[in-house]
């Protein structure tokens, strides 16, 4: 299929998108790799009237330290967060699922702040979004203001993001020291979006957890950070029975949406192997 008619925009600064995208509003869209509004498009299940591409925005397309946390601009793209050096050292887990998205062609094209604006709820990065805590930074053309990412995603493909508004960076928590992370995936092929995937990282002293973030996406219509679950876990020894604990605790608490397709009960089941995956993974690596 092809999509209805659209007009097309390239502007040449990020003032000149966002007075695009004021002007358009709410019929504008922008777009960067396409990855996700492109096919949307071409079924006709988005139909934006004016398409503001900001390719040309290289400016948004970096990775920087930024005191205890790491800022990436909007234009990054997935191949650069699995490859950067600082976000290999600084962030393990975002590097690890940028790693994990579709294939070679859409990792090249795909950037960070076009997954989370799409919001799929079976994405690789609003799930790690979540998990973290990430801050995302937006801007429209008369100010800007600052959202954290439980607070951004509203529902499937439903953000806070107002019609006149980018997402100009993020900032994402620096891993701390004796701290690993795993992040696991299902599919039905490789490249697919994910039944359930399993975000999680760890921090130790002396063999007991002091600080454990655990993430679930695919199973409802907004990935979930198990904080409570998480909380819980804290001051026992990290050893198979306590990855087995928390793994099935975490298949019971994690809100779970029916599906014609997948079934309840083996999203649940998923949940507890996945989960149970990423802690084994992220300890040892702990213990590396």
């Known amino acids: 299929m092809k999509p209805a008619a659209f007009e097309y925009f390239r502007p040449v600064s990020i003032e000149d998108a966002l007075r695009q995208l004021a002007g358009f ?42 005191g205890g946390w790491l800022r990436i601009g909007a234009l990054t793209r997935h191949h650069e967060l699995a490859a950067s050096a600082l976000v290999r050292r600084h962030c393990p887990l ?28 079976a994405a690789q990065l609003p799930l790690v979004a979540v998990t973290l805590g990430v801050r995302l930074h937006l801007r429209r053309q008369d100010g800007e203001r600052t ?35 795993a992040f696991r995936l299902f599919n039905r092929r490789h490249g697919d979006y994910a039944i359930i995937a399993a ?26 950070s198990l904080r409570t679950l998480a909380e819980a ?12 604990e928390v793994a099935q605790a975490a298949a019971q608490q994690v809100a779970v949406e029916e599906d014609a397709r997948v079934s309840v009960q083996y999203r649940r089941e998923l949940t507890e192997l996945l989960v149970g995956r990423a802690l084994g993974r992220a300890l040892t690596r702990l213990r590396a």
């Not at 790799?33 to 398409?51: E, I, T, V």
């Not at 876990?233 to 087995?244: C, E, F, K, S, T």
């Open 233 to 244: 876990a804290r001051g026992r020894l990290a050893d198979d029975g306590w990855v087995a």
């Open 199 to 224: 975000a999680a990282t760890v921090e130790c002293e002396g063999g007991t957890v002091r600080r454990l973030r655990l993430g679930v996406g695919g199973a409802a219509a907004v990935p979930q």
């Open 94 to 121: 975002l590097a690890q699922a940028a790693q994990t998205i579709g294939h070679y062609a859409i990792r090249q094209r795909g950037t960070i702040g076009g997954s989370l604006a799409h919001a799929d709820p």
């Open 25 to 66: 509003a709410p019929e504008g869209k922008l777009i960067a790799g396409g990855q996700s509004l492109a096919p949307m498009m071409n079924m006709r299940l988005a139909r934006p009237a004016q398409l503001i591409d900001v390719n040309d925005l290289t400016e948004l397309a970096y990775v920087r330290e930024a």
């Open 147 to 181: 959202v954290d990412a439980g607070d951004f995603f509203l529902s499937a493909m439903t953000t806070a993001l107002a019609p006149d508004e980018m997402i100009e960076w993020i900032e994402v928590p620096k891993a701390q020291p004796g701290e690993a992370a």
